[in-house]
């Protein structure tokens, strides 16, 4: 007791912050151990074929912490396919031309479809497994999907079109879902025809004034 009279509280165990620190350190491991559980079980059996159960229990953690995490199972899987697309959004927006900064607008929208259709085709690219997986509006919800439509569109205004740049970017990534590129080799299209026709359909956009291409 001090000499007037007033005792000074005890000074808590642990500091408030370095308490929510430890917490928030603690949910941050716990969500990258469920992503990469959730990712090993992807790549093993595919997506289709993995439970929330199952991530759960090959991260070591209770079911509750994953829904809690994640809200669904359609959260988890949007949460990988933001995880699988960083990558490639990085490259278009940062990395060297033609798909990044550096080469002219037109160009860099070929090279973003191509990549896409690329992607699409190939056999075991995680994001494109996750992306079959999900209802087409969860996808265009999608953090990536939004980055795609939205660096679309600025290309787009950037190339100097006229016209609503919102929907002309909706129709040309509709050439590039993979609703529409799945189909197509059954019937034996080749990759080489469909980054053809992007290329063509990216000029008949940006360039109207030029003929099309063996014209």
């Known amino acids: 007791m001090s000499e007037s009279g007033f005792t000074p509280p005890s000074p808590p ?8 620190d430890t917490s928030r350190s603690d949910a941050t491991r716990n969500r990258e151990r469920l992503l990469d559980a959730a990712r090993r079980l992807i790549v093993a059996h595919g997506p289709e074929h993995v439970t929330m159960r199952e991530v759960a229990s090959a991260a070591g ?12 199972r359609d959260g988890l899987l949007l949460a990988l396919l933001d ?3 960083a990558d490639f959004i990085e490259a278009y927006s940062c990395g060297p031309p033609p798909l990044g900064p550096g080469a002219p607008p037109g160009e860099r ?3 973003f479809g191509h990549a896409l259709i690329d992607r699409t085709v190939t ?6 497994a996750l992306a079959r997986e999900l209802l ?3 996808r265009i919800c999608s953090g990536s999907g939004r980055a795609f439509h939205a660096h679309v569109r600025v290309l787009l205004r950037e190339s100097g079109v006229v016209g609503d740049h919102e929907l002309l970017a909706r129709a040309l ?3 590039l879902a993979f609703e529409a590129l799945d189909h197509l080799p059954e019937h034996t299209v080749p990759v080489t025809r469909l ?5 063509d359909l990216v000029r008949r956009t940006t360039r109207p004034e030029e003929p099309p291409y063996g014209a």
């Open 195 to 199: 980054r053809a026709v992007w290329a």
């Open 123 to 128: 056999e075991g690219d995680l994001g494109s």
């Open 83 to 85: 995880e699988a697309d």
């Open 13 to 20: 165990d642990a500091p408030m912050g370095a308490a929510c």
């Open 61 to 72: 953690v209770g079911k509750g912490t994953l829904f809690r995490r994640f809200g669904d």
């Open 109 to 111: 929208l070929v090279a």
């Open 136 to 138: 087409p509006e969860l």
């Open 173 to 175: 990534l509709s050439f």
